[in-house]
Every structure is written in C-alpha cells, then in structure tokens.
C-alpha cells in the first residue's frame, strides 16, 4: 500500500507565502516524478509544476518565478514553495508521486488528499 500525506495549505493574504510538504511512504522500490496540481472550484485539475528524481523541473507558466518545487530523495519527499501568491493561485492542490512498487513495472500515478490553499485579497 502507498500513501501521499500533504500538509502545509491554509490562508494566507495576497503577496504571502506557503510551502507545501507531500511525503510518499509504502511498499515503494523508486518514485520516478513527484509534482503538484490543483484544481479551483469550477476548473480542472491542472499541472502546477513537477520534477524529476533527477532534479529536473516543469512549470506552469503562470507560477514561473514564483513558485519553487524541490524535492528530497532520501525521504520520497516533495516540496512547493509559493511565494507573491495572488487570489487566483487559490484551489486544493494534489501532490502526485509516479512510483514503481517492484524492480519490474515501469510506474503508477498515485495522489494525495489534497491540501486547501486560499489566498485573499
């Protein structure tokens, strides 16, 4: 069994900032990419960056120079650092971990609860 466990969400003013923790623990061989979604009321759920087990990351466009994600191999731990956040950044964000569970299968999508972030104006 895998489990993502997120925390770190709350309120906070526009121009604040977060960081979000999501730690992946289980019957896991290797966590390949670890990143973060979200999804605002009415929206779909989107990408909001991700990175490699190597280092390498992605982001959404409307984050870059904002938001940093990291992550910590050693613990299966990802991380998103929000700063200059604005209203619309408000949504639950989902941390997603592509895993593999044995030395022989190339990797499944597991999610999070998700983690209500709500930045007012």
């Known amino acids: 069994q895998v489990q993502l466990v997120e925390s770190g969400g709350g309120l906070v003013q526009a121009g604040g900032s977060l960081r979000l923790s999501c730690a992946a623990s289980?019957?896991?061989?290797?966590?390949?990419?670890m990143g973060w979604y979200r999804q605002a009321p009415g929206n779909q759920r989107e990408l909001v960056a991700d990175i490699t087990r190597s280092g390498s990351t992605n982001y959404a466009d409307s984050v870059k120079g904002r938001f940093t994600v990291s992550r910590d191999n050693a613990k299966n731990t990802v991380y998103l650092q929000m700063n200059s956040l604005k209203p619309e950044d408000t949504g639950i964000y989902y941390c997603?971990?592509?895993?593999?569970?044995?030395?022989?299968?190339?990797?499944?999508?597991?999610w999070g609860q998700g983690t209500q972030v709500t930045v007012s104006s």
């Open positions: 997603n971990a592509h895993l593999s569970r044995t030395w022989f299968d190339s990797g499944v999508h597991y």
């Open positions: 289980g019957s896991i061989v290797s966590v390949n990419s």
